[in-house]
């Protein structure tokens, strides 16, 4: 009963979405107040519905109803609740229901937050995003269906995949989803403003809030998904390239610089048509890596030949949307007039930069990513683009935009002083120089990237501070006073950019000075590794809720001392069968100590396979990143972004 | 995110994947073994997405682990290990996409897209300097901007 | 005229994605088409003595079918009974039972008949990596030695009629 009235839902959402995406924006177009006022109470209701449809599919999950097709294919009685609970966004079905539920919530925030925005803006974004909406919810009435029933059904469920079932990737979903989705909200803005014809600083002041939450969103999701293939893989990496990643990624980096170009809208009304395409397009990356991911295009072998129409209708969702906008950009963009000029060297030509940078590593990720696709499609011939083209391409374009980032904030607008700017920050640049080259020799030499890496990392610290202690002139008499009252906004900039440093010079340390062991290890075996002592003990079964596992210990010496002892397992799931494996990591500021333990080499059980590596500043890339998200909200909370406040003034 | 691939794979490729591969036989000379991992690195796992053959377990990774050790014992140079896979497998193998005739646009596609940038930006600003300055705002507009302009903080 | 630019782009990868929903990425063709064999020589499923060898195919006349195959491998029980059907038919295929155990292979035979004219043992999997196979079932289209054609995963009624045919009937003109 509780199931079908979530399917039953679900069509309520679905029709209710329709009203709310067309009947308003008609009214809006024609100036019928009426019409219009129906749209916040059927952004209000869509989302009701849907998250009841939502309810209705995780009870499902969570009393195991295996007369539920999704539930007997993805879950079992014996997982922990906390599995059987994100089981229900962990396949096809639930992950897109997911994604109408948060579009939903974004949708009522929107409703409830823009209540201030212009009458006839506030009704286009709505019932933009409630055409967007439409589509979702047809794609999963139509051809995956969540709540569809089996008959007869199964006693027991065929179980999630044991990769899953992990803490890390339980809760990557739903932030990804909020990141993705949230970058719609700036679309329906963006196009929202194509149909007004104008966009100017209120416009962007609107929009900026909603990137920034998206953006934070997508930063958190990234990462905790990257930090999941770093400790449950096991295979030392924490970045691989693949598809599915890259597909999270081209959002991330469009977004980053709308994050920029919407400053610009804002202070000095210019780069207006770009910053609505960059809307358009990080949205548009968000449908494309969903399309991506769901339709198994790029990555999988032959599922889609079972079942074509999903991907077809993705395909055709994607095209109207897309494609519509786009359109509607070429036929509208001309209406948005152009705002201040800027000279050549200026905070503006700085963030231009930043665009250019970051929106040309889109297109390459994109191209890379689909090139061996358009290959194919055109040729026949296949191809493999690896991660070695993608660190060589997408390095050479991020030396130039760190190098930039540092120098950015202390430009002025409109015009900055060139030899101002050198003499002062000449300084910060030559010491993070020395420094790199210092660290460079102490930690033995290498690459010469490697130094490369450290200097930039080095280079957007200090000039980071540097323009922060500029800012509110740290030496001199009431600092403090000044310090506290910094604009939160640029306060946050601060952060994010201190964030990117950081984590910057973690990816340096692990990439470049990462070492590695495989062995096959017996009991009191020792292995030196990044100045530990590493010596296995002994191992133990172990019998786990779903599975049973082998635990090995390790005891870790530094400099005859104990400092840890780890314990890495090899489980073996029942349902489905399956082996995975738990790292153990000893993290230290300095870096990871990772150990994988596989598989038995012999049949006495005393000797196992392990993997060993030492990853110096993994800590850092993982604090770096927690850093820029904090920085993300703390500019969140700035008083000026809280929908409305300028509207207020006005009025 | 790698999880929806560990899921999509292997429809009709049956491999037991996921396992610590750690391979017995390692060659004794340790710079012939740093040699072998290198070129093991470049080699895609044929059955997994952008993986090399270092980072996988399924079986066949293994066997061609193997080959390489055993390429590099008999003395061949990395490049013939190398012309060794892409002569049974093609330059699908190679993580790293060849530069040839072929991948050109591929390999050029940042520099390319940066000067097609760098022009664009160019062209627009020359054209804005050279047009007149955009039409006067009208009184609602100018008052609004006095407001956000009073308003605005220094950022 | 440039702000039409955006869309053209994406008109074009729209296309290529629709392209790409019917192409299969994991169906990489062989590099050995139009090339002879390999040479190998492999015994027979759990003894000593000469299953076939190369030499053996080279020496054929008419066009045969090689099907790499292992008794741990689900799809290949469903590629089974269409190559009974081709015995049937009149094709001669030679068998490869790949890193498989003896008294598996030979269960596998006798519970799902035998649609091979002669089955050889390729325990350490060298040979199969030598043809480039990648993944159980393959199978390959072999005249005079030549390698003409490579299937990867098990084949359907449709993919026979589709791919082998053609090029089988080329051959025999």
Request: glycine share 38%; charged share 25%; no cysteine.
């Given at each position: 009963m509780i199931v079908e009235s979530g399917h039953y839902a679900l069509i309520l959402a679905c029709t209710l979405s329709l009203v709310q995406g067309i009947f308003p924006l008609y009214g809006a177009l024609t100036g019928r107040g009426r019409l219009m006022r129906l749209s916040a109470p059927t952004a209000y209701g869509q989302f009701f519905f849907v998250s009841i449809a939502f309810g209705a599919l995780m009870y499902a999950f969570i009393v195991s109803d295996f007369s539920v097709v999704n539930v007997a294919k993805n879950s079992h009685t014996l997982k922990p609740m906390l599995y059987k609970v994100s089981a229900t966004w962990g396949n096809h079905e639930g992950s897109i229901l997911l994604w109408a539920l948060i579009l939903a919530l974004y949708g009522a925030a929107v409703a409830f937050f823009g209540r201030k925005l212009p009458k006839t803006l506030y009704v286009k974004v709505l019932s933009i995003q409630a055409l967007i909406g439409l589509g979702f919810y047809l794609f999963l009435l139509l051809t995956s269906n969540p709540f569809e029933r089996l008959y007869p059904f199964p006693m027991e469920g065929s179980g999630l995949n044991p990769l899953l079932q992990d803490p890390g990737l339980a809760f990557h979903p739903p932030l990804l989803y909020l990141g993705y989705v949230g970058l719609s909200v700036t679309f329906s803005f963006a196009v929202g403003a194509l149909i007004e014809g104008r966009v100017d600083a209120a416009w962007a002041r609107w929009v900026r809030p909603w990137t920034l939450l998206a953006w934070c969103f997508l930063t958190a999701g990234i990462t905790l998904g990257s930090w999941w293939a770093y400790y449950e893989l096991g295979w030392g990496g924490w970045w691989f390239w693949d598809p599915v990643e890259n597909a999270s990624f081209m959002p991330w980096l469009v977004a980053t610089a709308l994050l920029h170009s919407a400053i610009v809208v804002e202070k000095r009304d210019t780069l207006k048509a770009w910053t609505i395409l960059l809307a358009i397009i990080a949205f548009s990356f968000s449908l494309l890596g969903t399309f991506i991911v769901r339709s198994g295009v790029l990555t999988s072998v032959h599922a889609f030949a079972t079942d074509p129409e999903r991907g077809v209708f993705i395909l055709a969702f994607l095209f109207l949307v897309i494609g519509g906008s786009l359109l509607l950009f070429a036929l509208r963009a001309d209406k948005l007039q152009a705002g201040g000029l800027f000279a050549p060297i200026s905070r503006e030509s700085m963030l231009v930069i930043n665009n250019l940078l970051l929106s040309v590593a889109a297109m390459v990720v994109m191209f890379g990513t689909l090139y061996p696709l358009l290959r194919d499609a055109l040729t026949g011939d296949k191809i493999t683009v690896g991660p070695p083209f993608f660190n060589l391409a997408f390095g050479f374009l991020m030396i130039p935009l760190l190098l930039v980032m540092g120098l950015g904030p202390s430009a002025s607008w409109k015009r900055a002083d060139l030899a101002g700017i050198v003499s002062r920050l000449g300084f910060v640049f030559a010491t993070s120089l020395v420094a790199a080259l210092a660290f460079f020799y102490m930690l033995?030499?290498?690459?010469i990237m490697a130094a490369v890496w450290l200097g930039l990392g080095l280079w957007l610290m200090a000039a980071t501070f540097y323009e922060w202690a500029d800012r509110v002139k740290?030496?001199?008499?009431n600092a403090m006073k000044r310090i506290r009252r910094q604009p939160r906004a640029s306060v946050g900039m601060s952060f994010g950019h201190l964030g990117l440093a950081i984590a910057v010079l973690g990816m340096a340390g692990s990439s470049y000075w990462g070492t590695e062991q495989q062995k096959i290890m017996a009991y009191g075996d020792e292995i030196n590794i990044g100045g530990y002592d590493v010596n296995f003990r002994d191992t133990n079964g172990i019998i786990g809720p779903n599975y049973t596992a082998v635990r090995g210990a390790f005891d870790i010496r530094k400099n005859g001392k104990i400092v840890a002892t780890l314990e890495p397992e090899a489980r073996l799931f029942s349902t489905p069968p399956m082996p995975t494996t738990e790292a153990a990591i000893y993290s230290t500021l300095m870096g990871d100590l990772f150990i994988v333990i596989g598989e038995a080499n012999n049949k006495t059980y005393d000797q196992w396979a392990v993997r060993l590596y030492y990853k110096p500043l993994q800590t850092w890339l993982w604090g770096g990143v927690v850093v820029m998200v904090f920085g993300g909200f703390i500019s969140l909370s700035d008083r000026r972004f809280r929908m409305g406040a300028a509207k207020k003034k006005i009025n | 995110m790698r999880v929806f691939l560990s899921i999509t794979l292997f429809i009709f490729i049956t491999f037991a994947v996921h396992a610590v591969g750690v391979d017995e036989k390692q060659l004794a000379d340790p710079a012939s073994e740093i040699r072998a991992q290198e070129i093991m690195k470049k080699l895609r796992c044929l059955v997994c997405q952008n993986q090399s053959i270092v980072d996988s377990d399924a079986p066949l990774a293994k066997d061609l682990r193997e080959i390489v050790r055993e390429r590099i014992t008999a003395g061949d140079t990395d490049e013939e290990v190398l012309f060794f896979m892409t002569k049974r497998y093609g330059v699908w193998v190679l993580l790293k996409p060849p530069f040839d005739r072929t991948t050109i646009i591929l390999w050029l596609s940042p520099v390319l897209l940066l000067l097609i940038g760098f022009f664009v930006i160019y062209r627009n600003q020359s054209q804005r300097k050279s047009l007149a300055v955009s039409p006067p705002l009208n009184k609602e507009e100018e008052k609004r901007l006095r407001v956000l302009l009073d308003e605005r903080a220094d950022d | 005229m440039k702000k039409f630019i955006p869309f053209a782009i994406f008109c074009f990868i729209s296309l290529a994605l629709f392209t790409g929903l019917s192409l299969n990425p994991g169906n990489i063709p062989s590099e050995l088409i139009n090339d002879p064999i390999p040479e190998f020589s492999l015994p027979i499923v759990g003894g000593e003595s000469l299953g076939f060898s190369s030499t053996d195919v080279k020496a054929e006349e008419e066009v045969i079918i090689i099907n790499f195959f292992a008794s741990w491998c689900a799809p290949c029980y469903v590629e089974h009974p269409f190559l009974m059907e081709l015995k049937n038919q009149g094709y001669k295929i030679y068998g490869i039972s790949y890193k498989d155990k003896a008294r598996d292979t030979n269960r596998f035979i006798k519970e799902q008949g035998n649609p091979y004219y002669k089955i050889a043992a390729d325990e350490d999997g060298r040979v199969a990596i030598n043809f480039g196979v990648y993944g159980v079932p393959e199978t390959y289209v072999i005249q005079d030695g030549i390698i003409r054609y490579k299937h990867a995963g098990p084949i359907h009624e449709m993919d026979f009629e589709d791919k082998f045919l053609p090029i089988i009937k080329r051959m025999g003109e």
């Open positions: 033995g030499g290498g690459e740290l030496f001199k008499v | - | -």
